[in-house]
């Protein structure tokens, strides 16, 4: 009697077997892409350069053009390059009796970029070295180089685009070159641009 109920349970087992069409297959779990992306990044925007001359309250101003190129280790450090050209100057002579000629603001600037990711958003500093220019300022070009800085704020549209928003103190220092020699001058720059990742 034994060997009729375990052959009937065998039998039953089968048909099971078969009507579920006898296939047992093993489950695949689905393969995740992770595309790498490279840490190279281009950028450009547009904002304002300014010059001031304290003792005699000068000022320039001029609409700026940036170029930005990077190359990003991680999601906290970059290291940056900037290039600005001015157009379109304003002068305020101050208390002076003004200039006959005066150029553009422009500066060049390389940066450690210490960033804080927080979701979408990150904000970054900026820590380097530069220069800024006055160009075409009685008969030549004002420069001087020395310790930039800034600070910034980035969101990620996407993957690959990002939009930001900073201001980097170009020079503060004594004299511009040739120009207010004795006198403390200050530059800076506010940007508005986007970024692309590769």
């Known amino acids: 009697m034994k060997k009729i109920t375990l052959s009937l349970v065998s039998v039953l087992a089968l048909s099971g077997l078969v009507y579920a069409g006898g296939d047992i ?105 530069g220069g800024v220019m006055l160009s075409d300022i009685r008969n030549g070009d004002a420069y001087e180089n020395g310790f930039q800085y800034g600070l910034g704020a980035s969101y990620n549209i996407t993957e690959t685009v990002s939009i930001f928003a900073d201001y980097v103190w170009l020079y503060d220092d004594t004299g511009l070159d040739y120009v207010a020699i004795s006198n403390d001058v200050d530059a800076n720059v506010w940007t508005l641009g986007v970024s692309y990742k590769f």
């Open 25 to 129: 297959a093993p489950v695949m779990e689905e393969e995740q892409i992770v595309v790498e992306r490279s840490p190279f990044y281009l950028g450009f925007g547009i904002g304002g350069a300014e010059l001031n001359v304290d003792a005699t309250n000068e000022q320039f101003t001029s609409t700026a053009l940036m170029l930005q190129a990077g190359y990003q280790y991680n999601e906290y450090v970059a290291i940056e390059g900037r290039y600005s050209f001015g157009f379109s100057t304003d002068y305020d002579q101050g208390t002076t009796t003004g200039l006959a000629t005066y150029g553009d603001i422009s500066s060049w600037g390389i940066y450690l970029k210490p960033m804080y990711p927080i979701g979408d958003f990150s904000i970054y500093g900026l820590l380097g070295y």
